[in-house]
């Protein structure tokens, strides 16, 4: 894009898939998932050859038997119903007040009255 810093390309791979090319590098391997990480020499134009099979999947352990302090999600309805009462209360009053007001300053009300 215009006007931002283009950063280093890098293409990860899951385990058992290999890269092999003069624009690629080997940077790693990611701790969690073990998959392999490349960096693109030449993002502009490059070529790789791309070998093995594998997928990349949530390893045994991963975030569904997650124990952290995060909070769990609870499906329900939304918050706003809990004051629903109150809102509609206020609705309606507001309604009413505007009709009443609309109503005294009608012209329509009392056409020979002034």
């Avoid at 998932?33 to 134009?45: G, H």
């Avoid at 569904?64 to 309606?92: F, K, M």
Wanted: aromatic share 6%; with cysteine.
């Amino acid at each position: 894009m215009k006007g931002m810093p283009s950063g280093p390309l890098h293409l990860i791979v899951p385990p058992g898939v290999a890269l092999a090319g003069n624009d690629v590098q080997n940077a790693g391997t990611e701790p969690k998932t073990q998959a392999t990480i490349y960096t693109v020499i030449a993002p502009d134009a490059f070529s790789v050859d791309v070998s093995g099979v594998g997928s990349l999947r949530t390893p045994a352990g991963g975030p569904a038997a997650d124990n952290s302090d995060a909070p769990q999600v609870v499906e329900g309805p939304p918050q706003i119903y809990r004051h629903l009462p109150w809102l509609l209360a206020c609705t309606l009053s507001i309604l009413a007040v505007g009709l009443i007001f609309l109503f005294r300053n009608s012209p329509v009300r009392s056409p020979y009255a002034k």
